[in-house]
């Protein structure tokens, strides 16, 4: 907006316009010249200034500047305009920069979910590929074992070959010197001796299955008598430790016990010591009752005084006592220059 005053702009001829500030005498030079007093008034003043300027003056005066706001609010809406349609063009552009910066992004996401189950794939493939080598790695391993094995039992089947070719002319003997009828008849003798041999064998076989199989089932007992020996040990470690904790906590008890037997036998002390006391100050009160106060006596078929009975009976009867003295004492007080005794010296002249 613009300033609250404009400068006015005043036509003059074409003379010099010059303010004066002292007077002098007029020269030759000066007569082109103009003068004019200094105004030390605002503008405003002299434009409100009713005995010198007209109302449609004034009336033009507030037009122009009416003209002169309207076309300033005319250029702010303008400018105004101009920034609207920018940051309307701004944001249009920034939102679709945004999309395309969201559609990147799920590309992106996209791309990177992609990879990381094309990962997942590759790597569970590489591991299903090396369980698979591991695998075939060991075989190969076992399968040269095997190998090796079969090599060297070839061999030592070719060496025991030709081991035993001893026993084959040993039974070839033993076959000569057997007596007739001892093995079946058969075309081959040397067969029948080795069948015989194998059902001994045989025998012998089931012999020993049954023999390690005792022995397994010994063992199986004795490491069930073992893990049964150590079962019944932590047990009885348990139930000693329990045994002891409870042990303990019955020292703890029994010493608690003896406190508390202890702190009831003061306390049982205390009780007959206050009951003792109790009575003989019951007694006393009685005593000073029956032997002072005389004059109270129960009637018949009427309740016994009670303990606070009596002790309101002996108050009546001191102060009584008390009024008396007071009252012979002011008698006797011209025969009499002492201090009156107190309550309990009047009790033990009573």
Not at 51 to 78: F, G, H, I, W
Request: glycine share 2%; proline share 2%; with cysteine.
């Amino acid at each position: 907006m613009s300033s609250s005053f404009h400068t006015t702009k005043l036509e003059f001829d074409q003379k010099k316009n010059v303010f004066v500030t002292q007077l002098g005498e007029p020269d030759e030079e000066d007569y082109n010249v103009r003068k004019f007093p200094i105004v030390e008034e605002s503008e405003w003043a002299l434009v409100k200034d009713g005995n010198r300027t007209l109302q449609s003056t004034l009336l033009l005066q507030k037009q122009r500047e009416m003209a002169v706001v309207d076309q300033e609010l005319e250029a702010k809406r303008r400018e105004f305009a101009v920034r609207m349609e920018r940051c309307m063009t701004k944001q249009n552009e920034l939102r679709v920069e945004q999309q395309k910066i969201k559609e990147r992004v799920e590309k992106f996401d996209r791309f990177v979910r992609e990879n990381e189950v094309k990962r997942q794939r590759a790597l569970v493939k590489f591991q299903n590929e090396r369980k698979q080598q591991e695998i075939r790695e060991h075989e190969l391993v076992v399968l040269k074992e095997k190998y090796d094995n079969l090599e060297k039992r070839q061999k030592k089947l070719v060496s025991k070959i030709e081991d035993n070719r001893k026993f084959e002319r040993y039974i070839q003997q033993v076959v000569d010197i057997l007596p007739e009828g001892y093995l079946e008849l058969s075309d081959n003798m040397l067969k029948g001796v080795i069948s015989r041999y194998n059902t001994l064998e045989q025998a012998n076989a089931s012999l020993l299955q049954e023999l390690m199989q005792k022995d397994d089932s010994i063992d199986r007992a004795q490491q069930a008598l073992a893990e049964l020996t150590k079962t019944k040990t932590d047990e009885v470690l348990s139930y000693n430790s329990t045994i002891a904790a409870l042990h303990s906590q019955l020292e703890k008890c029994y010493q608690h016990t003896v406190r508390k037997e202890e702190e009831t036998l003061r306390q049982k002390i205390h009780h007959r010591n206050q009951c003792q006391l109790y009575g003989q100050l019951e007694l006393a009160i009685k005593n000073i009752v029956d032997l002072k106060c005389r004059a109270v006596k129960v009637k018949p078929g009427q309740k016994p005084h009670t303990l606070l009975d009596k002790l309101s009976i002996i108050q009546k009867y001191l102060l009584e006592r008390e009024s008396v003295y007071q009252m012979s004492f002011r008698n006797c007080n011209s025969c009499f220059h002492a201090r009156p005794r107190s309550i309990l010296n009047l009790i033990d002249y009573m």
